[in-house]
């Protein structure tokens, strides 16, 4: 199946501070979709991106999609403690499952 | 709209035991999608149904099955329960395989 890659695993930071994780695929993607997990709790969904090139906001969240569509990001301004979690991007395959990074676990100091 | 349920959310299973595992999708969402999440693992595909039809299946040992029902329920089983078997399993629904999925709240299953 479709293999992604994401980094960093781990990341701290003050609160106020900005954010960044990392998707990246060998492969052309069709789509990416981003998750969050918040501690104790379940994946939501945040967003897909198609098109390449793509750039969606989301208030203080801003994701993109790269011009190959091999790699995306997630980027998070002026971090708040509400966004402690782990983002996780997710592909799809030919074979229409969903494979998912390994996730980034974002901790914010206050 | 009511949200993915799982049912139940805590488990305690003593190993070569087996265990079945309940998930009722969103109303109308005909694809069901089981995932296990462990620390070391992440979250890894198990197995996606889609009108009663399994259609992918990742990469877990026989022990691993799954069936959909015509209402969209699905149930997972693991039987010969192992060591490792302790996990978060988690269900999501869509409304197909590779649109955006809402999963439930997960069964936390501990195996000793």
């Known amino acids: 199946g479709q293999q992604v890659m994401q980094i960093p695993q781990y990341q701290h930071v003050q609160e106020g501070e900005d954010f960044t994780t990392y998707c990246n695929s060998s492969t052309t993607l069709s789509n990416i979709q981003w998750y969050k997990q918040r501690p104790g709790g379940h994946p939501v969904f945040l967003i897909q991106?198609?098109?390449?090139?793509e750039v969606k906001k989301q208030k203080r969240l801003t994701f993109q999609f790269g011009e190959a569509k091999k790699n995306s990001s997630l980027h998070i301004t002026a971090t708040q403690t509400t966004d402690v979690g782990t983002y996780f991007c997710a592909v799809s395959g030919s074979a229409r499952q969903l494979t998912f990074g390994s996730g980034t676990q974002l901790t914010v100091l206050p | 709209k009511a949200g993915v349920t799982q049912t139940p959310r805590y488990l305690i299973k003593t190993r070569g035991q087996q265990v079945t595992l309940s998930c009722s999708p969103i109303?109308?969402?005909?694809?069901v999608s089981w995932y296990q999440q462990t620390p070391g693992q992440g979250l890894q595909f198990l197995f996606e149904?889609?009108?009663?039809?399994?259609?992918n299946k990742g990469n877990f040992p026989g022990r691993f099955s799954g069936r959909q029902f015509s209402n969209s329920r699905s149930e997972m089983n693991v039987s010969t329960l192992e060591l490792g078997d302790s996990a978060l399993y988690l269900c999501a629904s869509s409304a197909a395989a590779n649109y955006e999925q809402y999963f439930g709240p997960g069964t936390r299953l501990t195996v000793t």
């Open positions: 149904y889609f009108s009663e039809t399994q259609r």
């Open positions: 991106l198609v098109k390449s090139g």
């Open positions: 109303s109308g969402h005909r694809s």
